[in-house]
C-alpha cells in the first residue's frame, strides 16, 4: 500500500493530504507529485496534513523524506506540515531545514495557517 494523496486549493495555499503506509519508495513519490501538483498550480505555500501516515519503520526514512523535500523544494516554497504528535520526532524536519527548505511543522491546523500566510 502507498500514500495516498488528494490535493485542493485554498487561495495562495494548495493542501496537500497524505495518508497511508509511509516508506521511503511511497514518500519519495508522494513529494515528488506535491512538487509536479506546487508547479501546476503555481503555489507556493503548502499545507500539508499528514495526520493519517503511518510511523516509518526507521529514521533513515525520515532522513529521506527530508532530503528530497528539500531537493524539490527550495526557499521559495513555505511548507506547513500537520502532524499527530506520536509521529513527530522533528527529524525529517531538521533534514530539510539543514538542506534550505522553508518548512515548519505543527500540531494544530491554525497556527500552520497562521505560519503560512
Known sequence: MGI????RQEGAVLRVE???DWKS???HE?????RVEADKRKVTRLLVDARMLSLPAD???????G???AELFDQTFHAAFVLQP????????VVALNRGANVRAF???APAMTWLL
Not at 30 to 34: D, E, N, Q, R, W
Not at 59 to 65: G, M
Request: proline share 0%.
Open 30 to 34: 508522494a513529494i515528488s507529485a506535491a
Open 59 to 65: 529514521e533513515i526514512t525520515r532522513f529521506f523524506a
Open 86 to 93: 506520536a509521529l513527530y520526532n522533528g527529524f525529517a524536519e
Open 4 to 7: 495516498g494523496l488528494q490535493f
Open 107 to 109: 500540531f494544530d491546523e
Open 67 to 69: 532530503l528530497r523535500w
Open 18 to 20: 497524505m495518508g497511508g
Open 25 to 27: 519508495h511511497t514518500m
